[in-house]
């Protein structure tokens, strides 16, 4: 069983990685990164229960991920909102805001 969930955990942060780096539009880019979040949440919860069930170190690490993935998306789509107000595009290679 463990071997299952590390492929799973393995497969979905390699879908994220390889999504997060060939995106072109920038909500995509978020949800590759939730799901290289949710991968890492995968593991952080399998291993604990194989070498110690009576610990939970590593849902606590899930919880923080958790908390800190919805800032993320909070705060990462409030800024694409307001890109896509002004440019009218959410194309990563358009963005020129940042620039001086």
Known sequence: MLEHVLILGAYSFRVGSYGLITSRNMVRALMCLELILNAVNINLVTFPNYSDPQRIKGDIFSVF?????????????????AIHRNRRSTRIDQFNLLKW
């Open 65 to 81: 991920i958790i908390a800190v993935a919805a800032a993320e998306a909070a705060i990462g789509l409030g800024i694409v909102l």
